[in-house]
Each structure stands twice: as C-alpha cells, then as structure tokens.
C-alpha cells in the first residue's frame, strides 16, 4: 500500500511550510506536520479516518520528518495487520500492543 504526502491546504487556502496531509488510495488518512512551540523542532503524526482509534492517542511526535513518516508507516501496517487477522480495526492503540505483542512473529 502505498502512502503519499501532499502539502496541506486550508479552507482559506493557506498552505503552511512543512504541513502535509497524508494520502492511500486518494483518502486523507493521516496529518504529518513540524512543531516548533516546543523550543526545539518535533514533528507530529497523527491517522484520522478508518485506522484511527476510537480511544488513545491516534500518532506522536518524532524528531525528524523521516522518522514521522517512518513511525507513521509502521503504525499504519501494524493497523492493517490486526485487521487482517480479527476482521476489524482495534478499539485501542491499546489493545493494538497487545495483540502485537502476542501474536507469533
């Protein structure tokens, strides 16, 4: 599956510097953008729409805008993999690191 980054575009069509919405299939799926009102530069990931949980924090935040994008990614699969095998989307980020954390590898 492939996932891609587009710039980020408000309803009053402002598109902030390093904003990006993230992409599968033509859906927005997911925001990944840089803080800079923590003192220092975090970028902050967050899925929205059918892979985010319903409780729990839904992303985090990461250094660089290749480890959002990586933690992104893997967050995105781990989804995908629970889906695959209970036949519906985790209630939890929870509950989403049990099953990870028992399931064979």
């Given at each position: 599956?492939?996932?891609?980054?587009r710039r980020t575009v408000f309803a009053d069509g402002e598109r902030p510097p390093d904003d990006y919405e993230v992409h599968d299939a033509g859906r927005t799926v997911g925001?990944?953008?840089?803080?800079?009102?923590t003192g220092r530069e975090?970028?902050?990931?967050t899925q929205i729409g059918i892979r985010a949980p319903s409780h729990d924090p839904n992303g985090g935040a990461a250094?660089?805008?290749?480890?959002?994008?990586?933690?992104?990614?893997?967050?995105?699969?781990e989804y995908g993999a629970f889906e695959r095998a209970c036949g519906r989307s985790p209630r939890s980020n929870d509950e989403l690191h049990e099953w990870l954390g028992r399931r064979p590898t």
């Open positions: 599956m492939t996932l891609a980054l925001r990944i953008y840089r803080m800079n009102s975090l970028w902050r990931w250094d660089t805008l290749d480890e959002a994008k990586a933690a992104f990614r893997r967050t995105w699969d």
